[in-house]
């Protein structure tokens, strides 16, 4: 329990790359963009990948009417994501801490991982929702109103995942160094869920209906 | 703990590989590539592997080439007035090409030379001359304009410039016709032994390239015709090569050809400068220009300088010796060890070398041959240390290879030869088309040259590309330098007349090249740095517009209030921070060319209305899709009128 235990204090400690490091990163590259424009977005806002790639972006969107990108003080969800992030933080800590001194079982390990995957939804639906309206929601004084073959209104909202061909450009969206610390920090914590069943030991027979094979290397 | 510890160092490892994987494997040359349209071809997409600048001569500029495709990439606007960007016809820069003779906006740009530092190329700064009206220009090699010119006091025909010494200590300017120092009103044929000719180390500062003429030497009053500096074990002096020594004033192309010898002028800067730090030398009355171009206030101002220091060479002992040369001697190269200086003889077939060892020994051993006008003549035979002969006719200039090769230009047989620098045997010779004046290598005048490829720029053009009439540009012929023959792989027109050029490898400029000006470090006195700045301001007949460009708008695009005799100034500051994305600015009737304005910069037009009407302006660069709608109008009412200053965008 004590490997499991420690693996569950270290899992939550990778999501700390996600202040440092951007969650997601969209590319858009054109003919006339040889060197990509890019955002990466971060928990607390979004940055360009090249320092001027905001400015350009919101230069050219301004052609189909797009509303300028969202500075941290537009969008709630900048300054909520921080605390929500450490907050899970501290919690996943405290659980490995209580499993390692033995106040807690290894089933508070999947526990932290189910809350943690249903806030992950959550946010992917809100970030997803609003590049629906950002992709959609467009200024209807736009210099170029562009529309689909079957003459619906053109959307401009980026893939959440994977490629998409949008007028000239190319658009790339993937997660990125913060979403990838994330996503092993989780991992983690279900590893430490296994590695804690697995060492897990019935204080009265009763408990158990089959004889469970343990490891002993680890006391 | 042990299979924990495994899993973490997978998990971390996985991490960097993740955020390593961006770096893009270089591309590797074809093992085999033989033939000349091989060795020349840049496919669509791939960039070369120099650059080379050449000078512009007649045109005043200085052209951007690489290699090995022989391609154009930019010409620079130096000495001439380029109505392509504005320069010289817009406000911040008119000031650039202010002199003591006032504007001259144009001039004969000669011989680039990039600035060195332990004598190889360091790609912080071109430096180059104007001929006609003597100035030296000091180019930034990041952002590819000119940033200063200083004009040249008591000299005339700015020929033997712009070279620098091995860590840019001085840029040099020699003059090449010799002149009444001061100038004076006297008779023409009084010129022997009153006329002077002064040779003139311009400092430059380390951090920013700032030029300051330090001191002029008045020397005979011979023409010095090109010079170089002493690299390694000779650096410290300088070398001149000079013509007629014979002190002709007319008819020179007889007269100055009698001497059997002229000499080259070994100068040790070194003491005359320790000399002129001693307060040696003499402060003379002057007047010439000194014009800086603010890359943050992206305006140029002009100030005029009203003192030299000249020194009298004879005050300073074994500062100055004279070295006999054969034949009016034009180029004066030196090789990259510092050890030779090659003197070409233009009237002769043979070059002479001569051994900066035995020149020291000689004037150690005081070999000398008589003197003139006090400096001392060294026994030619003291200080040869070949003769190279080459079958050739009219040998002019020299370029080595860093493998102990030399390649000499010969103007008459019109040709390239190459020799070994020690034996002075002749290894190979390529004919040129025709009559070749200045050849480069990458670096070929440092301490590192980059032997790959010469570049031969000739005179004379005649049937070499399809005809344009009487008139046609010079063109130039590239030969691969790499093997013991050299091998013509390509041949191309260039702009104007080059004469030197400078080459250096692609990459020590490439990742200093600026992509754009940043507005928040603008500080231009007319900026428009938002949107919300821009306005319409008049002061008496000024008017001052403070417009402001995005794609696809000026700001504001209606104006009126303007009135038929004003002066109205057209402050226009790019808002762009995107690379390559300029607007330009032109007014119907305009008796100046547009402006061409780079993202983050702010550039002025000067309009000076004379008709009644609504007048249109319009973007000249095609910055966007919506490019033919950057446009606007400006009502000019008579000048008796009273209508008020008013402006807008969007109403």
Same mark, same amino acid.
């Given at each position: ?114 809350? +943690?995957?249903?806030?992950? $939804? ?6 997803? !929702? =609003? %590049?629906?309206?950002? #992709?959609?929601? /467009? ?26 061909? +949008?007028?000239?450009?190319? $658009? ?6 913060? !979403? =990838? %610390?994330?996503?092993? #920090?989780?991992? /983690? ?31 | ?651």
């Amino acid at each position: 329990m004590k490997k499991a235990s420690i693996l569950m204090i270290i899992g939550p400690l990778f999501l700390l790359g996600l202040y440092v490091f951007p969650l997601w990163n969209i590319m858009l590259g054109a003919p006339q963009y040889p060197e990509p424009l890019g955002m990466n977005i971060f928990i607390d806002g979004i940055k360009g990948v090249s320092e001027f790639d905001i400015q350009n972006i919101d230069g050219l969107n301004h052609y189909i009417g797009m509303r300028t990108l969202p500075k941290p003080e537009d969008m709630w969800e900048f300054s909520t994501f921080p605390t929500i992030i450490g907050g899970m933080i501290a919690l996943g800590v405290l659980i490995g801490l209580l499993g390692y001194f033995k106040v807690f079982n290894y089933k508070w390990f999947i526990g932290w991982f189910i809350l +943690m995957s249903i806030l992950g $939804v959550l946010g992917m639906y809100d970030f997803n !929702a =609003w %590049m629906v309206d950002y #992709g959609t929601n /467009l200024d209807p004084n736009a210099i170029m109103k562009l529309t689909n073959p079957d003459g619906t209104p053109m959307s401009y909202k980026p893939p959440l995942l994977g490629h998409t061909k +949008m007028l000239n450009f190319d $658009v790339t969206s993937l997660p990125s160094t913060g !979403a =990838w %610390m994330m996503f092993t #920090g989780m991992l /983690l914590t279900v590893v430490a869920f296994f590695v804690g069943k697995k060492a897990w030991q019935p204080k009265s027979n009763t408990f158990s209906t089959k004889p469970i094979k343990v490891k002993a290397n680890d006391k | 703990m042990k299979n924990l510890s495994y899993l973490i160092c997978m998990l971390f490892g996985l991490g960097i590989t993740l955020s390593s994987c961006n770096n893009q494997s270089q591309k590797s040359n074809g093992a085999l590539a033989s033939s000349a349209a091989e060795k020349v071809y840049v496919a669509p997409g791939e960039q070369d592997d120099y650059y080379a600048f050449l000078s512009g001569g007649y045109s005043g500029n200085l052209t951007v080439y690489g290699l090995p495709s022989g391609r154009m990439f930019k010409e620079i606007p130096v000495f001439s007035q380029f109505p392509t960007s504005g320069y010289g016809y817009s406000e911040e820069t008119k000031p650039m090409l202010n002199t003591s003779f006032g504007f001259v906006p144009w001039d004969d740009l000669h011989h680039p030379d990039i600035s060195q530092t332990n004598g190889e190329l360091d790609g912080r700064w071109i430096f180059v001359n104007g001929n006609n009206t003597p100035r030296i220009a000091r180019v930034s090699l990041s952002t590819f304009e000119t940033e200063e010119i200083i004009e040249v006091p008591n000299s005339a025909g700015n020929h033997s410039s712009s070279f620098i010494t091995e860590n840019t200590e001085y840029v040099v300017a020699g003059t090449r016709f010799s002149v009444p120092v001061p100038q004076r009103d006297m008779s023409i044929n009084e010129y022997k032994g009153n006329f002077k000719g002064a040779l003139s180390f311009i400092s430059v500062a380390p951090d920013t390239g700032r030029m300051n003429l330090e001191f002029q030497i008045l020397m005979p009053g011979f023409n010095y015709d090109l010079s170089h500096p002493g690299r390694g074990k000779s650096h410290g002096w300088f070398f001149f090569s000079t013509y007629n020594t014979e002190e002709a004033n007319s008819l020179l192309e007889v007269m100055a050809s009698q001497n059997d010898k002229d000499f080259i002028a070994a100068v040790n800067w070194q003491k005359i400068e320790e000399y002129v730090k001693n307060g040696g030398g003499t402060k003379m009355p002057a007047n010439y220009a000194h014009n800086v171009y603010d890359e943050h206030t992206h305006t140029g101002t002009s100030t005029m300088i009203k003192e030299v220091v000249t020194v009298d060479p004879t005050n300073v002992p074994g500062a100055l010796y004279f070295l006999p040369t054969p034949k009016s001697p034009h180029g004066c190269d030196v090789d990259p060890t510092g050890s030779y200086i090659i003197g070409s003889g233009k009237l002769s077939a043979d070059i002479t070398v001569h051994s900066f060892d035995k020149m020291i020994a000689a004037i150690e051993g005081e070999k000398f041959d008589g003197e003139a006008y006090g400096i001392p003549i060294l026994k030619f035979e003291e200080v040869l240390a070949g003769t190279v002969k080459s079958g050739g006719l009219g040998p002019l200039h020299t370029e080595f290879d860093g493998k102990g090769n030399a390649y000499t230009t010969f103007f008459i047989s019109s040709e390239v030869v190459k020799w070994q620098v020690g034996s002075w045997e002749v290894v190979d010779r390529k004919p040129t088309y025709y009559s070749v004046g200045h050849l480069m290598i990458p670096g070929g005048n440092s301490r590192k040259p980059f032997g790959k490829y010469v570049v031969a720029m000739n005179k004379i053009t005649k049937d070499r590309y399809l005809p344009t009439g009487p008139e046609m540009e010079h063109s130039a012929q590239i030969y691969d330098i790499s093997g013991e023959k050299m091998e013509l792989i390509y041949d191309f027109p260039t702009h104007g007349e080059p004469h030197y050029a400078a080459g250096c490898p692609a990459d020590l400029l490439t990742a200093n090249s600026k992509k754009i000006y940043r507005l928040d470090e603008n500080k231009h006195e007319y900026a428009t740095l938002t949107a919300d700045d821009a306005r319409v301001e008049r002061k008496g007949n000024e008017v001052h517009i403070y417009m402001s460009t995005i794609r696809s708008h000026f700001t504001p695009d209606n104006i009126e209030g303007i009135k038929v005799g004003d002066k109205v100034y057209f402050h226009i500051t790019n808002h762009e921070q995107d690379f390559d994305v300029p607007h330009g600015f032109s007014m119907i009737g305009q008796g100046t060319s547009e402006i061409l304005v780079m993202p983050g910069q702010t550039k002025t037009s000067l309009w000076e209305p004379k008709k009644v009407g609504v007048w249109p302006f319009y973007c000249t660069d095609f910055c966007s899709a919506l490019h033919q709608e950057m446009q606007g109008y400006v009502r000019v009412s008579p000048a008796n009128s009273n209508i008020d200053i008013s402006y807008s965008l969007g109403e």
